[in-house]
């Protein structure tokens, strides 16, 4: 009796190989997709440096259904987050998330160049993903340059 191999797709996930042997025996051998794919359920935090910077969001849910928790402070440091709980609102790779367009950043001293403030961003089916917000300061034009990407150097 000739083996049937059955293939399923299962979108976000891979492909599901299942076939069932003479003696009754199901085999399913499940293959992941590595790399990037959309992250549903996300969960964006970002970690203030030190008890007097913290970011805010806002706070209570918006009308995409994403929410602004108020933020708290742990551990000497102010964590502020903005989740989903609509699998609709997904993170895609190369794609920016757009949070809104405003958001506060409070710090005690001016004329610092530079603040960093971690994040992470978490989803069902994710990796984790860490790195920080570099704050740049150009306190005689009056700009910031905002940047993502590895913590360096010495900031507040």
């Known amino acids: ?17 299942s076939m069932t042997l003479a003696s009754g025996t199901r085999i399913t051998v499940i293959q992941h997709n590595d790399g990037d794919r959309e992250a549903r359920f996300w969960r964006l935090s970002v970690i203030g440096p030190d008890q007097e910077t913290m970011m805010y969001f806002g706070s209570g849910p918006d009308r995409t259904g ?3 928790k108020d933020s708290r402070l742990f551990d000497g440091r102010w ?3 903005a989740l989903t709980e609509n699998p609709a609102d997904r993170v895609l ?8 367009d405003r958001f506060t950043l409070n710090f005690p001293d001016p004329g610092l160049p530079r603040i960093e403030a971690e994040y992470r961003l978490d989803a069902d089916g994710a ?3 860490t790195g920080v917000f570099a704050f740049d300061f150009d306190w005689t034009g009056r700009t910031v340059h905002l940047s993502v990407g590895a913590r360096r150097g010495h900031s507040r």
């Open 1 to 17: 009796m000739p083996l049937e191999l059955k293939e399923t797709r299962l979108p976000g996930v891979g492909v599901k190989w």
């Open 66 to 68: 994403r929410i602004f």
């Open 79 to 81: 964590i502020t987050e």
């Open 93 to 100: 790779p190369g794609v920016p998330l757009r949070l809104g």
């Open 127 to 129: 990796e984790t993903a």
